[in-house]
């Protein structure tokens, strides 16, 4: 007697398997559930039989709703892990048809990956609830299902969800495009720039300007950064950058003072001068600072 005929594309083999073996259970109950294959076109239907056992009316309301609780549980997994990356690949060629196949790659890799940090939040958990929901009542009503066409039709929510999910991987992923571009116009400057100090050492401090030395510690007055107007952190690190690009020194030291708090502008710096930065964590250089600092009032 069916009790249910689930329509797939692929992972039809994990999915008979696993449904195999949470029947288990009915046979020492004396019902004998088949899981079997049938190919139909470009799907694959998993049919589900009961072939031994008493079927009475009670008796088939009670199996077909226990199998139906296994079925919507497998495809519910089945739809988050594995048709989910399949909707998002494709969301992204249909969407973005002028990316290449390299910035596509990129853009889904950003996605999953957006994607895994948000599978804590509340509104992810409520949308895997609501496809479980929606499976148990349409197993309910039917007796077969073709996920496709499921989750095309009746997991709106859901897929609305992802395609925000792939928007924010794009914009930031144009963002670091971007941020690339203007990278390597920096590097071209400092490539082609010959009036190259041997040396540079910076002091960076935790807030305010930026002190930068020469080879031999001694104070480059002329380069203290400093501002009349301006007094914002990107506005320090903007001219400090200018500073050393127009300097262009073979070598730059940068002395972190304070750790964590400059860790967006060392990897700034690292990416436009590459192998010429090099980083030390100075704690005890504060004092060093404090007094060069006293040295210019």
Do not use: W
Not at 110 to 117: G, I, K, W, Y
Not at 152 to 175: G, H
Request: aromatic letters at 12%; a negative charge.
């Amino acid at each position: 007697m069916k009790l249910f005929s689930v329509g797939l594309t692929e992972k039809v083999e994990m999915i008979q398997v696993k449904l195999q073996d949470d029947c288990k259970i009915l046979k020492s109950q004396g019902f004998l559930i088949a899981i079997d294959l049938v190919p139909k076109g470009v799907y694959t239907f998993l049919e589900c039989n009961v072939i031994e056992g008493e079927m009475s009316f009670r008796n088939y309301e009670k199996i077909k709703s226990i199998v139906k609780t296994y079925v919507a549980n497998h495809l519910c997994n089945y739809i988050v892990k594995y048709g989910e990356e399949n909707f998002i690949y494709h969301s992204i060629m249909k969407r973005y048809q002028y990316f290449n196949n390299e910035e596509t790659k990129a853009v889904f890799h950003n996605t999953v990956q957006l994607l895994a940090e948000n599978s804590t939040c509340e509104e992810y958990h409520r949308l895997q609830n609501d496809i479980l929901s929606k499976l148990l009542y349409y197993l309910e009503a039917n007796q077969e299902i073709v996920i496709d066409g499921f989750v095309k039709f009746r997991l709106r929510d859901y897929q609305e969800y992802l395609i925000n999910i792939i928007d924010q991987a794009v914009d930031t992923y144009m963002v670091e495009l971007e941020y690339q571009e203007f990278i390597s116009v920096l590097r071209y400057f400092v490539r082609i720039n010959t009036e190259q100090a041997l040396t540079i050492q910076v002091m960076m401090k935790n807030s305010g300007p930026y002190l930068l030395l020469d080879e031999s510690g001694e104070l480059l007055r002329y380069q203290y950064i400093d501002f009349v107007d301006r007094h914002t952190e990107d506005d320090y690190a903007e001219l400090l950058i200018s500073t050393l690009i127009n300097i262009a020194p073979q070598k730059i030291i940068l002395h972190n003072i304070h750790g964590e708090a400059n860790a967006v502008l060392i990897k700034t710096l690292k990416n436009i001068f590459q192998e010429r930065i090099c980083v030390l964590d100075d704690n005890k250089l504060g004092n060093i600072v404090s007094h060069l600092d006293s040295d210019l009032l």
